[in-house]
């Protein structure tokens, strides 16, 4: 019987995390949280060994949590502008103005403005993802910065503040699971 040697390093919760499989428009928030999540690594790796330095490691599994957020709001979105686009809104726009310009049958009107509808709540989800992201994003960095300023502070200190730090980094998630759950109702 052979038996293997697992792993001593457990798999990346973020190997999937890849800024070039969203489009353009939202590669940036995606870039830039898994950016400060590299420098979150090396602030953690370069604090002595101590209670600092555990306590920043189990902050750290809450920064991936944020960077996951980020990347599920900007997948979402990209989805969200993938469909939007198979609807074609300016021909959804188009139709419902020449029906009425025309006098169509009211049930015709109808039928278009329910489209027309439907169509705009999709982009306006997306929009609010769009907008909403890079502030975000702005917010997990903002929270990577605080970190490196309570590696600075004594070791005491700071290791009573990270509980504050993670209650910022748990809103933080939640505001973004919050926003991609609520694109999925969309009204």
Same mark, same amino acid.
């Given at each position: 019987m052979v038996f293997r040697r697992r792993s001593s390093t457990p798999p990346d919760p973020l190997a999937a995390v890849d800024p070039e499989a +969203?489009?353009?428009?939202? !590669?940036a928030p995606v870039a830039d949280a898994l950016r400060a999540r590299t420098q979150f690594g090396a602030l953690v790796a370069g604090l002595r060994d101590g209670p600092l330095q555990d306590r920043m490691r189990e902050l750290g599994a809450h920064v991936d949590a944020g960077v996951l957020a980020v990347w599920r709001t %900007?997948?979402?979105? /990209?989805?969200? $502008?993938? +469909? %939007? /686009?198979?609807? $074609?809104p300016d021909r959804v726009t188009?139709?419902?103005?020449?029906? !009425? !310009?025309?006098g169509a049958a009211d049930d015709v009107v109808t039928a278009l403005q329910q489209r027309f509808a439907s169509t705009q709540r999709l982009l306006n989800s997306r929009d609010? =993802? !769009? $907008?909403?992201l890079p502030v975000l994003e702005a917010l997990l960095g903002t929270a990577v910065a605080r970190a490196a300023e309570l590696a600075l502070t004594s070791p005491a200190a700071a290791v009573t503040e990270i509980a #504050?730090?993670? #209650?910022?980094?748990d809103r933080l +998630?939640?505001? =973004? $699971? /919050? =926003? #991609?759950?609520?694109?999925?109702e969309l009204g």
């Amino acid at each position: 019987m052979v038996f293997r040697r697992r792993s001593s390093t457990p798999p990346d919760p973020l190997a999937a995390v890849d800024p070039e499989a +969203v489009p353009p428009s939202y !590669r940036a928030p995606v870039a830039d949280a898994l950016r400060a999540r590299t420098q979150f690594g090396a602030l953690v790796a370069g604090l002595r060994d101590g209670p600092l330095q555990d306590r920043m490691r189990e902050l750290g599994a809450h920064v991936d949590a944020g960077v996951l957020a980020v990347w599920r709001t %900007a997948s979402q979105a /990209a989805e969200i $502008d993938r +469909v %939007a /686009a198979t609807l $074609d809104p300016d021909r959804v726009t188009s139709e419902l103005k020449q029906a !009425r !310009r025309a006098g169509a049958a009211d049930d015709v009107v109808t039928a278009l403005q329910q489209r027309f509808a439907s169509t705009q709540r999709l982009l306006n989800s997306r929009d609010e =993802l !769009r $907008d909403r992201l890079p502030v975000l994003e702005a917010l997990l960095g903002t929270a990577v910065a605080r970190a490196a300023e309570l590696a600075l502070t004594s070791p005491a200190a700071a290791v009573t503040e990270i509980a #504050g730090l993670e #209650g910022e980094l748990d809103r933080l +998630v939640a505001e =973004l $699971d /919050a =926003l #991609g759950a609520a694109t999925t109702e969309l009204g």
